[in-house]
């Protein structure tokens, strides 16, 4: 059962949004490029990551948290599209923007396990998730991560959002489907997830 909060919009964004948000991702990682983030176990994870907006989330040796800047050229993130903030405005909040967007590059082989969102100041404000490229497998539940799960695809231009009880709900990408788009350069899935990390 899907808990309750989750907004599944399948086809949400049309050819020419998905195509839009791809070119601004790739033109943004010229200048924060994707890199291979590390647990704070030592662990590589199996995506590769860069962000955009005032904020991003990264993980390292010192834990999970929220930077200002690239871990490693240093630099700020490049900004949102208005296309993102609009789509948050409409979906999420529109009194309040979203200060972060963590861009996951899934090339295929790349999957996240089971896990919740929760370095955030305020739970009260979604996450925004919009899937481009090839076609996720993608695994939902509970707040508990021993809650049954259910699993559904998103295709490229799908959009997902997680609030009220779905806010901390355990969710995860068993697979990638390789091949089932041609949007991303070099293959694979881009996946844009909105947040607001800060207080309000």
Same mark, same amino acid.
């Given at each position: 059962?899907?808990?309750?909060?989750?907004?599944?919009?399948?086809?949400?964004?049309?050819?020419?949004?998905?195509?839009?948000?791809?070119?601004?991702?790739?033109?943004?990682?010229?200048?924060?490029?994707?890199?291979?983030?590390?647990?704070?176990?030592?662990?590589?994870?199996?995506?590769?990551?860069?962000?955009?907006?005032?904020?991003?989330?990264?993980?390292?040796?010192?834990?999970?948290?929220?930077?200002?800047?690239? +871990?490693?050229?240093?630099?700020?993130?490049?900004?949102?599209?208005?296309? %993102? $903030?609009?789509?948050? #405005?409409? *979906? !999420?909040?529109?009194?309040?923007?979203?200060?972060?967007?963590?861009?996951?590059?899934?090339?295929?082989?790349?999957?996240?396990?089971?896990?919740?969102?929760?370095?955030?100041?305020?739970?009260?404000?979604?996450?925004?998730?919009?899937?481009?490229?090839?076609?996720?497998?993608?695994?939902?539940?509970?707040?508990?991560?021993?809650? +049954?799960?259910?699993?559904?695809?998103?295709?490229?231009?799908?959009?997902? %959002? $997680?609030?009220?009880? #779905?806010? *901390? !709900?355990?969710?995860?990408?068993?697979?990638?489907?390789?091949?089932?788009?041609?949007?991303?350069?070099?293959?694979?899935?881009?996946?844009?997830?909105?947040?607001?990390?800060?207080?309000?």
């Amino acid at each position: 059962m899907i808990p309750s909060g989750f907004l599944y919009l399948p086809g949400r964004l049309d050819a020419e949004a998905q195509a839009a948000l791809v070119s601004a991702v790739m033109a943004g990682a010229e200048d924060a490029p994707f890199y291979t983030p590390i647990t704070p176990g030592g662990l590589p994870m199996r995506v590769e990551m860069t962000g955009m907006g005032p904020l991003n989330w990264i993980t390292d040796a010192a834990g999970y948290r929220y930077e200002a800047a690239h +871990p490693v050229t240093g630099r700020p993130w490049p900004p949102m599209p208005q296309l %993102l $903030l609009d789509l948050w #405005a409409e *979906l !999420a909040d529109p009194a309040t923007p979203p200060d972060a967007c963590l861009v996951n590059l899934y090339r295929p082989g790349a999957r996240m396990g089971l896990h919740q969102d929760r370095d955030e100041a305020d739970f009260g404000f979604p996450v925004l998730s919009v899937s481009l490229g090839d076609t996720a497998v993608f695994r939902i539940g509970g707040r508990k991560r021993t809650d +049954p799960t259910r699993s559904l695809k998103l295709s490229s231009g799908d959009v997902c %959002l $997680l609030g009220g009880e #779905a806010r *901390l !709900a355990y969710h995860g990408v068993d697979r990638i489907l390789g091949g089932s788009s041609r949007l991303v350069p070099g293959g694979g899935r881009i996946n844009l997830t909105l947040r607001r990390a800060r207080p309000a």
